[in-house]
């Protein structure tokens, strides 16, 4: 189902992220998540893909096994680094002759063993010019949804980590949206005040298409560093680090109070009138199923 289709229904969208395991034993791990959740009847679900490339394959086994096996629309993610035009418009055509119908265009980040990767040779330098080529292989006719893949991009409600100039950011978001994007799915973030503000902004500047919020709920001390290292810099309110810190480390209070938080960040929203939740699960069911129980959505949609 194309992303317009999807975002079009009554009611704000509610989708999950995953990541390719690289295990056999992970991936079974990752089915029986996936089976759990997809009596939640999500929107739809994205999958990752690894920095400069490296779940290639990974990825796209993944979106084909969730596309074949149940009836969740998936949303592959791609990245302009390291590939060249030739490599994309191949992946695109794999992903055409398959049915995807969406992907989500990304700048993407270096493979992590080439800290000094030099960019000045990619064919991409920035998420909008993989757009525009997305836009341009959909005027091509080569997929069977006349209009081509729906078009995701990314949106940083607490500030893009590379460009501390908030104004040169919009203009950056801008240039991704008038290159051809459909929807704008953010980065994680911890406080509603910089989505809300994010979201005004994007009216201001002209940004008219929806706006889909990302979350993840907090399950771990550890994690916490980890989520901060993923998203390169996450602010946690000062109300979240006093109720973790009553916790005194115990992993069940920890886990308890971050899904309660994400729950309270969900249920206000829902009422800010949001396009759409996207929860970044870590390949993990539970805390998404609680959150849902806790903002009554597990008995609507089941």
């Known amino acids: ?30 089915y029986q998540v996936i089976a759990e959740l997809e009596p939640y009847k999500p929107s739809f679900v994205s999958v990752t893909y690894g920095a400069g490339g490296t779940t290639r394959d990974l990825t796209h086994d993944l979106v084909l096994r969730i596309k074949e096996t149940t009836g969740i629309p998936p949303v592959p993610h791609l990245t302009c680094i390291g590939h060249t035009e030739a490599e994309i418009d191949a992946i695109l055509q794999r992903y055409a002759n398959a049915g995807v119908s969406n992907i989500l265009a990304l700048r993407g980040d270096p493979p992590r063993d080439q800290p000094d990767y030099d960019r000045s040779n990619d064919d991409f330098k920035f998420a909008a010019d993989l757009v525009a080529f997305i836009k341009k292989f959909n005027q091509s006719g080569r997929h069977p949804d006349a209009r081509g893949f729906g078009i995701g991009v990314a949106g940083f409600p607490e500030g893009h980590p590379t460009t501390p100039n908030r104004v040169l950011e919009m203009e950056y978001m801008k240039a991704k949206v008038d290159a051809g994007a459909d929807y704008i799915c953010t980065q994680l973030f911890f406080d509603n005040h910089d989505f809300f503000d994010y979201r005004e902004r994007c009216q201001i500047a002209g940004i008219t298409i929806p706006i889909i919020a990302g979350i993840m709920p ?60 996207h929860f970044y699960t870590l390949n993990k069911s539970k805390a998404t199923r609680e959150i849902y129980a806790s903002l009554g959505l597990s008995q609507a949609l089941a």
């Open 1 to 30: 189902m194309h992303i317009s289709d999807i975002l079009s229904q009554d009611g704000p969208s509610l989708s999950f992220e995953f990541f390719p395991p690289r295990t056999k034993e992970s991936f079974d791990a990752l």
């Open 218 to 277: 907090v399950t771990s001390v550890k994690g916490m560093s980890r989520m901060a290292e993923l998203a390169e810099g996450a602010r946690y309110p000062a109300k979240l680090l006093r109720a973790l810190e009553r916790a005194n480390g115990n992993p069940e209070s920890v886990e308890r109070i971050g899904t309660h938080y994400a729950a309270q960040q969900c249920l206000e929203l829902l009422d800010g009138g949001v396009d759409g939740i």
